[in-house]
């Protein structure tokens, strides 16, 4: 039995990046013996029986998420017969008190009829179903299936109500603060914790530019008072874009909104260094914190950054990448592990990277690849963080190359014998000897995982066939990803200290009638400080 861990994903773009997540969980999942998984998915993943006494594997999974923001997807899911509420029956209502209100429209586009037809379902992984047109909210993809304890519903706010915003700190607190939901949600965590063998930590994916920050912060305060020896790693997930403001009088609200999202950001990197073992921001944008900046660029991928159906997908793919170390089959390597070896000095703020896809010539093989290869191994997906390659840890994940893709046998063999490399005789060995001479790494730790990932519908096709604009239909790539520490991380950390430097807090009611004042405020820009200090070169790793 594996290490089980528990996840948790607070707001509604971390919903959209979990949605492809555990889509791409499901759709590795290998049937048979035959060709059994190197993944171990007893580590996020819990068998379960239906009242009608049929077993189930679901996301050891909670998520919070507004009121309206489920689309189609009932608050219970759809796996499990719905449980009845006795209260509602037999009521008799008073014609004249009887209020009738429009609800959201919870009509499901194509893909989502199809997985409820018995026929058509056999097909819908290969289909294209177009949904960068019909995706609205992330249940509008989601081909995996929950537990019905796994969603919780903030009842006091709606999805995008601009009358009443969900956007500051101090509203995720108060909603956190209420007996209902607190205690809801503390009972969903234990009863999971409880199922467990080995229980050994959490992931958490939240939403840190609007009141989710604050949820989330209170929420790692509980944990750690109540789960103090468990590991806790949180990625922070930033959107690549924001609506866009043209009218003059909205710029001006914009501006103001832009200085909440850096106040938010700033208060919950202060909790999540205090509270979470390690924290790893994630954005295709490239600056992050008052607007996303220009989206990161790809080899052999052509997105569109303002769909959160596409940015997400890039974000799912590394952590489902990144995460494998701690989740493959026969290997005693644990989330503390990784934890360890990446948080040195007190340095709890990691980056992240990846190569989507990592394309190998057909008639080409790794060695060959990475002789050939221009420009950085893989690409930055934390906001204002520019890797480099000096004084890094790092643990990189390659996945999806088959051993024979390692290099040309003995009659084929040409100038490549020449090289050191070709001594190599495991795709980790070359990854790791490639490292060696392209980074001045203090430490390179790779993971090297057969299994490719999986981008069968619902995945985005948005992969480039040798860079064209040629669209394949690819069913899985090979890809690679990595978390980081090094002095960049110091970089990220300074840039959003300088922003929310410029603020003056005094001038944001919403945030001083929530209890944080000035005080408080210089207090998480000192702390703030003090972490980015951990990532000067006198703090040697």
Known sequence: MGSEILTLQLGHYSNFVGAHLWNIQELSFQYGSDNPSEINH?????????????????PRLLLVDLQNSLGSLPEQGDLYEPIPDCSKENVIWEENSIEVQAGPSKIKNKFKRDLE??????????KNYNLEETVNVWSDFLYARFHPRTVEVVKQYQHCNENTPFDVFPLGNAVWKTRQFTEDFTDKIRNYIEECDNFQGFHFLTDCTNAFSGM?????????DEYDRKSVLVFPVLPSSYPNINDQIEKSQSILNDSVRVINLALSFNQFNMYSSMFVPLSVGSKGWRQPGPERKFNNLKYNHTLPYHSSAILAAALDTITLKHRVKNSSFTLRDLIADLTINERKASAASIQIPFHIEENSDLLECLDNWNGPLYQSITPSCNLGIRRLMQHITLRGIKEEKLKK????????????????N??????????SYTTE???NNVTV??????????????????????QENFQSIPLLAG?????????????????ARKIKIAKFNQFSSGGIDKDDYEECLDNLFTLRENYEDNYLL
């Not at 989330?216 to 750690?224: A, F, G, M």
């Not at 046998?409 to 190599?424: D, F, N």
């Open 426 to 435: 495991t795709i980790e060995e070359m990854l790791s000897l490639y490292l």
């Open 409 to 424: 046998p003995m009659e084929k063999v040409g100038k490549q014998i020449e090289l050191p490399a070709y001594r190599c």
């Open 42 to 58: 007893d580590v996020l993943y819990r068998e379960g029986i239906t009242n009608k006494r049929e077993v189930t594997f679901t």
């Open 483 to 499: 978390i980081h520490n090094g002095s960049e991380i110091g970089d990220m950390l300074e840039s959003l200290h300088t922003e």
């Open 117 to 126: 037809d018995p026929i058509q379902s056999t097909n819908v992984l290969t």
């Open 441 to 443: 790494a203090t430490a």
């Open 449 to 470: 995982v057969h299994s490719p990932l999986s981008v069968k519908t619902p995945f985005p096709k948005f992969f480039n066939n040798n860079g064209s604009n040629q």
């Open 216 to 224: 989330t912060s209170s929420c790692l305060e509980y944990i750690r």
